[in-house]
């Protein structure tokens, strides 16, 4: 019988595409109905690294990714949220919730997944509310899910008949390290754990590889998904390498205690097949839960190790910006409503100095075009929304104690002044923002325009610092001096502006460049009025 090489082939690279996007699109759709409350469960409850490994599970089930779950991790670590040792904790929760996709697959409900597709499409396109639209979405992938794999598995079955195709499946059993080799770059291709599972699973299912040849595979399809994580963090912080590097010494020393143990590892998966009378698409789905799972519970004791092991051979400074507030202690609420409104007035100064920092980053950003003081400018700035959070909930504490008039006073200025921080962040956000539009469209400024720039940015910068400075030492001097440089501002801002009008209308600067120039005079000018909001704040001059 002559085979249709391309029938099979197109019809198994559709099978693995719609299996695929199945679970991308049932991960997101979870990933939408849970919200931003995946960073808060991984911030709030990795208390240590064993509620690291249920968190690791449970979120990785949710978004049906773990190289997902392992992004979220490392940008947590950079941020200061988590340590280390909790994350090593999460991925190797991440490992064991990846596994849930193959127990899904192994339900086997392929001859229902196109009224479950159905159902899904017609909650989608028929109800507009989005908590329905996301179960649609769920529903559909769910569908999906099986669809792929019942497409996968019909391309393959002609090729149990292939004398090279069953060489091949003899040679993986004779040669472990050749099923783990391929489970690895398959993984890399496909760039997904699930999918090697899934044409695992297809094909034992079909007897077209044993049960020895699947197993190496299987184990190499776990180095292989850590292959996302390693490019994902060339070039990145020191926290994401680190990650990185965990995840892969993780994956790798587990594949190899597991190819020692293999004989009686597979006697087990066999015994576990007679005994609870498994198919072998969940028989598949069991050996890989096993070996994440019996990976974890082995490697969990050696966390510290691990965590030492990766700082020295990548030395460095992992917290670019530290998100977690520092001074909040809820004891003093009830103990010292007036300790706690110093407390907070450390943290407002803290979340501050993230501003000033912002400003300085993207005024560098504007000069040298380095997209890496764009990312500080943009985590500085998730830092300040963070804290701007953290410092309200506080505050509004301890406006529920009885507190003195004096402290009423201090309470409502430390209030007014965290917004007024907050905007400041906003402001720089959005001159990076426009930094990036200038190139992204290739955006020219004239020498002339920089200059006026420059001087409005560092007086800018300033005002802000002085103003900081002020709230510190609450010194109605530096106040008022903030007073007088932010009028400095205005008279600049429309000195600048009467500037581009004579360039414009001289043809020495593009629309689109005066555009980009004007908004960025707007911005450090709004800056500046928050500057002066804190100083007047102090003087007591505030409406």
């Given at each position: 019988?002559?085979?249709?090489?391309q029938?099979?082939?197109f019809?198994?690279?559709?099978g693995?595409?719609?299996?695929?996007?199945?679970?991308k699109?049932?991960?997101?759709?979870?990933?939408?109905?849970?919200?931003?409350?995946?960073?808060?469960?991984?911030?709030?409850?990795?208390t240590?690294?064993?509620?690291?490994?249920?968190?690791?599970?449970?979120?990785t089930?949710?978004?049906?990714?773990?190289?997902g779950?392992?992004?979220?991790?490392?940008?947590?670590?950079?941020?200061?949220?988590?340590?280390l040792?909790?994350?090593?904790?999460?991925?190797?929760?991440?490992?064991?919730?990846?596994?849930?996709?193959?127990?899904?697959?192994?339900?086997?409900?392929g001859?229902?997944?196109l009224?479950?597709?159905?159902?899904g499409?017609?909650?989608?396109?028929?109800?507009?509310?989005?908590?329905i639209?996301?179960?649609?979405?769920?529903?559909?992938?769910?569908?999906?899910?099986?669809?792929?794999?019942?497409?996968m598995?019909?391309?393959?079955?002609?090729?149990?008949?292939?004398?090279?195709f069953?060489?091949?499946?003899?040679?993986l059993?004779?040669?472990p390290?050749?099923?783990?080799?391929?489970?690895?770059?398959?993984?890399?291709?496909?760039q997904?754990?699930s999918?090697?599972?899934?044409?695992l699973?297809?094909?034992?299912?079909?007897g077209?590889?044993?049960?020895?040849?699947a197993?190496?595979?299987?184990?190499?399809?776990n180095?292989?998904?850590?292959v996302t994580?390693?490019?994902a963090?060339l070039?990145?912080?020191?926290a994401?390498?680190?990650?990185?590097?965990?995840?892969?010494?993780?994956?790798?020393?587990?594949s190899?205690i597991?190819?020692i143990?293999?004989?009686?590892?597979?006697?087990?998966?066999?015994?576990?097949?007679?005994?609870?009378?498994?198919?072998?698409?969940?028989e598949?789905?069991?050996a890989?839960g096993?070996?994440?799972?019996?990976?974890?519970i082995?490697?969990?004791?050696?966390?510290?190790l691990?965590?030492?092991?990766?700082?020295?051979?990548?030395p460095g400074?992992?917290?670019t910006?530290?998100?977690k507030?520092k001074?909040?202690d809820?004891?003093?609420?009830?103990?010292?409503?007036?300790?706690?409104?110093?407390?907070?007035?450390?943290?407002?100064l803290?979340?501050?100095?993230y501003s000033?920092?912002g400003?300085?980053?993207?005024?560098e950003?504007?000069?040298?075009?380095?997209?890496?003081?764009a990312?500080?400018?943009?985590?500085?700035?998730?830092?300040?929304?963070?804290?701007d959070?953290?410092?309200?909930?506080?505050?509004?504490?301890?406006?529920a104690?009885?507190?003195?008039?004096?402290?009423?006073?201090?309470?409502?200025?430390?209030m007014?002044?965290?917004?007024?921080?907050?905007?400041?962040?906003?402001?720089f956000?959005n001159?990076?923002?426009?930094?990036?539009?200038?190139?992204?469209n290739?955006?020219?400024?004239t020498?002339?325009?920089?200059?006026?720039?420059?001087?409005m940015?560092?007086?800018?910068?300033?005002t802000?610092?002085?103003?900081l400075?002020?709230?510190?030492?609450?010194?109605?001097?530096?106040?008022?001096?903030?007073?007088?440089?932010?009028?400095l501002?205005?008279?600049?801002?429309?000195?600048?502006?009467?500037?581009?009008?004579?360039?414009?209308?001289?043809?020495?600067?593009?629309?689109?460049a005066?555009?980009?120039?004007?908004?960025?005079?707007?911005?450090?000018?709004?800056?500046?009025?928050?500057?002066?909001?804190?100083?007047?704040?102090?003087?007591g001059?505030?409406?």
């Amino acid at each position: 019988m002559e085979m249709n090489w391309q029938e099979i082939f197109f019809t198994f690279i559709g099978g693995l595409g719609i299996f695929l996007f199945s679970i991308k699109y049932m991960g997101d759709a979870l990933q939408k109905a849970a919200g931003d409350k995946l960073r808060e469960i991984l911030d709030r409850f990795t208390t240590n690294p064993f509620m690291g490994v249920l968190v690791g599970i449970i979120v990785t089930i949710l978004i049906q990714s773990s190289s997902g779950t392992t992004v979220i991790v490392v940008g947590l670590v950079s941020a200061g949220f988590m340590t280390l040792r909790q994350a090593i904790g999460v991925i190797m929760g991440a490992n064991i919730g990846t596994t849930v996709t193959a127990f899904i697959i192994g339900l086997d409900v392929g001859a229902y997944s196109l009224p479950i597709m159905a159902v899904g499409a017609f909650l989608i396109f028929f109800f507009k509310k989005n908590q329905i639209q996301n179960i649609g979405q769920v529903i559909f992938g769910f569908g999906g899910l099986f669809f792929g794999m019942d497409t996968m598995s019909g391309a393959m079955k002609p090729l149990r008949e292939l004398p090279a195709f069953i060489d091949m499946t003899v040679n993986l059993s004779e040669f472990p390290i050749l099923g783990v080799a391929v489970g690895t770059l398959v993984t890399f291709i496909v760039q997904s754990s699930s999918g090697t599972v899934a044409i695992l699973q297809g094909l034992y299912a079909e007897g077209l590889v044993t049960l020895d040849a699947a197993l190496p595979v299987l184990f190499g399809d776990n180095i292989g998904t850590t292959v996302t994580a390693i490019l994902a963090a060339l070039g990145a912080s020191v926290a994401a390498r680190r990650a990185a590097a965990v995840h892969v010494l993780f994956n790798i020393i587990g594949s190899i205690i597991f190819l020692i143990l293999l004989v009686p590892f597979t006697a087990y998966v066999e015994w576990l097949a007679v005994t609870l009378g498994l198919d072998p698409k969940m028989e598949i789905a069991f050996a890989h839960g096993s070996f994440n799972v019996a990976n974890t519970i082995i490697q969990f004791p050696l966390i510290g190790l691990w965590a030492y092991l990766v700082t020295k051979v990548i030395p460095g400074d992992d917290v670019t910006v530290e998100f977690k507030p520092k001074h909040l202690d809820l004891h003093f609420i009830e103990q010292s409503p007036s300790i706690a409104l110093g407390q907070a007035k450390e943290e407002i100064l803290r979340m501050g100095q993230y501003s000033v920092q912002g400003l300085q980053e993207t005024y560098e950003y504007l000069k040298t075009k380095n997209t890496k003081n764009a990312e500080t400018g943009y985590q500085l700035e998730d830092a300040i929304n963070n804290l701007d959070s953290k410092i309200t909930d506080y505050l509004v504490l301890i406006s529920a104690e009885s507190i003195s008039s004096a402290d009423s006073t201090r309470h409502t200025m430390l209030m007014e002044t965290v917004r007024d921080i907050e905007r400041i962040g906003d402001h720089f956000e959005n001159i990076i923002e426009l930094i990036d539009y200038q190139l992204n469209n290739r955006v020219n400024i004239t020498d002339d325009a920089m200059e006026d720039l420059t001087e409005m940015f560092t007086l800018t910068i300033a005002t802000v610092q002085k103003s900081l400075d002020a709230l510190d030492t609450t010194s109605h001097e530096l106040a008022r001096e903030v007073a007088e440089q932010e009028d400095l501002i205005d008279k600049m801002e429309r000195k600048f502006r009467k500037k581009h009008i004579l360039r414009l209308t001289e043809g020495a600067c593009s629309a689109q460049a005066g555009i980009v120039f004007v908004d960025i005079v707007s911005n450090l000018e709004r800056i500046g009025d928050h500057s002066v909001n804190i100083a007047e704040a102090i003087l007591g001059n505030r409406a």
